[in-house]
């Protein structure tokens, strides 16, 4: 099938990618010259593990091309997808413009059928809103199609090429038939495909991204109860999961959830309610905890030195949102870094992946190191923002050596508290007791 992706970012990439790797022709249009040169290039504009290879193996089989130019995809494709950015808007509400802009354009461009499959997390009703600006333009036949997207930054690849589930939300009987011929080479392999109304839809993806939001906080919320009583959260945490009603996956309490979808999903879930007269109590507090819970260990920090954090050298480890990927957005370590900025702190950061993302950001306002022991020299403490796992084991004894002073602040949890202890530093982490 011929199938056109708008936007070449995590989603439209691993998208086109995965379904030219299925055999299918696939054109991916991005707005961004640069990005679209460098594609053309055989350059991947984002990392994400195992997307390379993929990526160059379907440019090599002809199966996968990259343009600026939406009508000359759109001449070649039935189906076109758009992967397009749904930030937060000032109120907090998906900002659509991206997504309608698109639409309008389609309609008036398109010269017969097509299948318009929305992959952006949108608020209920874009479906309705996108089929009017597309038909404000033609008096074409089309069909619009709610398809969320799924994927894991850092494991988009995997979960492109296997998918927990599909969902497709249309009322068209000729859309679901295309979609289910795009999808059949899952669903033959067992992915369910479930079929709905674009409304419901729409609302699951909100539903499934704000569920694991407040699953991630409640456990936060449990850690910091932990150390009030004493308790461990590490075995709360075995304790609870076991129970298959529970699980043990996103258990883990740490600094807080960020990315790019997580903060802005929850926050416009929140705000389509409110424009219906709806309060999502549980949400609203749930981005509350998760506010504070992002910047709780610049407070032990700055507690730790006695409210003076001025010339204090500060190690980060890990700048990324989470490990695997260079994206930073809503990222906890970015918080942080303005409080310990902010308080006369200086940051030496290391994160090698995520690096030039905050370059752009911060430019020298903070300094990197090329590893994560050179990171340490001088240091008055290490501050563990993201769970690479290059971190998990590290060599306390250089550690311990290139710091000026033994204090690590964990907001990933990464040691087993016997480590830290053995090695004589001090070490705090969330939900269990601190090593002194
Ligand atoms: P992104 O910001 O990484 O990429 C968006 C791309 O769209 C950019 O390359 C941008 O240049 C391009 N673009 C903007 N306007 C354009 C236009 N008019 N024509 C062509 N290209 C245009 O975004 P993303 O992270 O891939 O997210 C896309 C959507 O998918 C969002 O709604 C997001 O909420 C949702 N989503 C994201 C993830 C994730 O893990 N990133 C997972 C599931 C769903």
Redesign the pocket.
Known sequence: MNITI????????VTGTTLAELGNSVYC????EK?VEGMKNGIV??YEPNLEEMFLRNIQSERLFFT?D?KEALDKSEVIYL????PPGEDGS?DLS?VL??AH?IGEMMTEYKVVVN????PVGTADKVREMISSKTNLAFDVVSN??????GF?VEDSMNPARVVVGSSSEKAKEIMAKIYQPFTNTGTPIIFMDEKSSELT?YAANSFLAVKITFMNEIANYCEKVGADVDKVRLGMGSDDRIGHRFLFPGIGYG???FP??VKALIKSGKDDNFDFEILQATEKVNIAQKVILSSEIEKYFGGNLKGKRIAMWGLAFKANTD?IREASSLDNIAILLEKGAEIVAYDLIAEENVKKLLGDRISYANTMYDALEGADALFIATEWPEFKNPNFSLMAKKMNNKAIFDGRNMFPLELPQQNGFYYKSIGRKTIQ
């Open positions: 708008v936007g070449t970012g995590y989603v439209g990439l249009v991005d707005i961004d990005k504009p984002i600026t939406l992967a397009l950015p749904t998906a991206y802009k698109v354009d992959k952006s997390t949108v969320p997207e799924f994927l894991r930054e988009a993806k990315g790019s979808c802005k999903d994206d």
